[in-house]
């Protein structure tokens, strides 16, 4: 379980960074973060950082 959770929180740390830098779309990045599931990454990034996804894009966004 804790070696799950270490995992998902690297994938996740991945998953920002091609929020903020990339305009693919959410589902793509789960899956390129190596999320089988786009619902399972979803619920994952919302309850490690807060937010959607779509919403740390919309607030971190690199030029806007």
């Known amino acids: 379980q804790r070696q ?7 994938r996740t740390a991945r998953a920002r960074r091609l929020l903020i830098e ?5 589902a793509e ?3 390129r973060c190596g999320f ?3 619902f399972y990454f979803s619920r994952r ?5 807060g937010e959607t996804a ?3 894009r919309d607030r971190n966004r690199v030029g806007g």
């Open 4 to 10: 799950m959770c270490i995992r998902d929180s690297a």
């Open 22 to 26: 990339t305009a693919l779309p959410v």
């Open 29 to 31: 990045i789960a899956r």
């Open 36 to 38: 089988a599931d786009p």
């Open 45 to 49: 990034f919302r309850l490690e950082n």
């Open 54 to 56: 779509s919403a740390y």
